[in-house]
């Protein structure tokens, strides 16, 4: 592997084990031909492929951050799966899913952060509010904070819902540099005292070839069933340059982020 490509292990889908209902878009717990359990998110599913990129570059760039987060892989469902399934929503989304999909090792046994029960070291608080900020994650709140406590350790998951860029993206260059205000209901800003601090120390460690090594993991087949007259390789430089861009105009969302927890403490 060169020092410019980053790659994800690729499974076959076998066994459909559950849907998990509370998940927009009707991701499910399904077995892979390595044996393991995945958190299984559906090219078919409602949200799309958006959600599907949003899911894998927010993931990588949490754990290039050093956060914690479930395995991501590609995961293939073969077109002759699902057909047993006796549920009619849950067949539908099966068949209109063959290919290649995107799951999250699951963490069996894991309960889910609560904000009033779990406290969070500043630090880390700081960490994963930054990273949301970035990524203009709208989906890290105290309705649904999509985060797990397993072996003791905060875990990161589900980070379809960012980048909502992506959805009208005509004028990226300008929603690069806008503050996140949707920030204000982060589960976690309140503990978060520690932002010029990581702020610096993301932005070395979150380098341009580093945000390009995990653009170009998008799977062109993702890309390609776009409606739009982009090649996949503008594309994919249209996500790198609102990163990077973003990177660099983090102060604005380091100060927005800044004031709308001193309103809250």
């Known amino acids: 592997m060169s020092a410019s490509e980053l790659t994800l292990r690729t499974v076959k889908v076998i066994r459909y084990v559950t849907p998990l209902r509370e998940g927009g878009s009707l991701p499910a717990i399904a077995e892979a031909d390595d044996g393991f359990l995945y958190v299984l998110k559906f090219r078919g599913a409602g949200q799309g492929i958006k959600a599907l990129v949003a899911e894998l570059i927010g993931g990588e760039i949490a754990r290039t951050l050093g956060l914690r987060i479930p395995e991501l892989v590609f995961a293939t469902?073969?077109?002759?799966?699902?057909r047993t399934e006796p549920d009619e929503e849950i067949q539908d989304l099966l068949k209109a899913s063959v290919g290649l999909n995107l799951g999250l090792h699951y963490l069996q046994s894991a309960i889910t952060f609560d904000p009033v029960v779990n406290d969070v070291d500043p630090l880390l608080a700081s960490k994963i509010v930054w990273m949301d900020c970035l990524l203009t994650n709208v989906d890290r709140t105290a309705r649904n904070t999509n985060m797990l406590y397993w072996n003791k350790e905060l875990w990161l998951i589900d980070h379809g819902a960012a980048l909502y860029f992506h959805h009208s993206w005509q004028q990226w260059e300008a929603q690069s540099i806008k503050p996140f205000t949707m920030v204000k209901d982060h589960v976690l800003l309140p503990f978060a005292s520690r932002l010029e601090e990581v702020n610096e120390q993301f932005r070395q460690l979150l380098t341009p070839e580093k945000i390009r090594q995990i653009v170009n993991t998008i799977p062109t087949d993702w890309l390609q069933t776009w409606a739009t007259e982009e090649?996949?390789?503008?594309?994919?430089?249209?996500?790198?340059?609102?990163?990077?861009?973003?990177?660099?105009?983090?102060?604005?969302?380091?100060k927005e982020a800044q004031h709308a927890r001193s309103v809250l403490i």
């Not at 469902?77 to 699902?82: E, I, M, S, V, Y």
């Not at 340059?241 to 969302?253: D, M, P, V, W, Y």
């Open 77 to 82: 469902l073969d077109p002759a799966f699902g």
């Open 231 to 254: 090649t996949p390789e503008h594309i994919r430089d249209i996500y790198y340059g609102f990163l990077t861009k973003r990177l660099e105009a983090s102060e604005i969302f380091v």
